[in-house]
């Protein structure tokens, strides 16, 4: 049996259009995440979710992610821009001839490129 309590956890306050209360997930784990009316709650029910996330995923024979590993990351995040900042990257897109999401991953690539040549 693993240790449940050395997974890594987020909680959140749930809005009221949410439903209220708190969302708990794991970092390791991206399909899971529970729920609750106080974080105590919340925590409860996410060691419950993740000790069956885990269950079963023994069960069907995949691998079981090691506390702190991150999981597998899914290759797609959102990241809000003020307006402006969207405005131009749309329009540098246009004039180069790519894509939005091309632009800022070569932006990107280039950034985290710039900065791994400095260390």
Known sequence: MRNLDHYP?????LTPVEGGGYLISYP???E???????????IANGLDALAATIATLEAKGF???APNSGGVASGKFVARVPKSLHAQLTTRAKAEGVSLNTLVLTFLAEGLGRRESLV
């Open 32 to 42: 899971c995440i529970s729920d609750g009316e106080t974080v105590a709650e919340a």
């Open 9 to 13: 956890f987020e909680i959140r306050p």
């Open 28 to 30: 390791d784990f991206s």
């Open 63 to 65: 691998p079981v992610p």
